[in-house]
Nanobody, 125 residues
Framework: QVQLVESGGGSVQAKGSLKLSCSVS??????MAWFRQAPGKEREAVAG???????RYEDSVQGRFTVSRDNSKRMLYLEMNNLKPEDSGMYYC?????????????????????WGRGTQVTVSS
């Protein structure tokens, strides 16, 4: 059973920065993504990265967030700059089938088989 463990969340003022990390218990080159869920709202995709390192971003974070991966360390990252209060929420790391390769990021949740427990991000105005 693969495990994903997020870290790096916290409280920050608007326009501040945070870097989230996700450790993966198994080697993988599959598509991985960050999702977030604010209280009372549905979970939404934020950013993702595929086997080749191609990335995709949700429109509201484009230009502010950067997703990256280090397969040698089994790590996924999300660098978040110029944070806004509306970026607040629980951030989840997700991975598609661990043994697969994946070209082209999808933001469809059902395509992601593996999920972490989340790390909280709170941005105050």
């Amino acid at each position: 059973q693969v495990q994903l463990v997020e870290s790096g969340g916290g409280s920050v003022q608007a326009k501040g920065s945070l870097k989230l990390s996700c450790s993966v218990s198994q080697n993988t080159r599959t598509c991985m993504a960050w999702f977030r869920q604010a209280p009372g709202k549905e979970r939404e995709a934020v950013a993702g990265i595929d086997t080749d390192g191609s990335t995709r971003y949700e429109d509201s974070v484009q230009g502010r967030f950067t997703v990256s991966r280090d397969n040698s360390k089994r790590m996924l990252y999300l660098e978040m700059n110029n944070l806004k209060p509306e970026d607040s929420g629980m951030y989840y790391c997700a991975a598609q089938s661990i043994g697969a390769v994946c070209y082209g990021v999808t933001f469809t949740e059902r395509n992601y088989d593996n999920w972490g427990r989340g790390t909280q991000v709170t941005v105050s105005s």
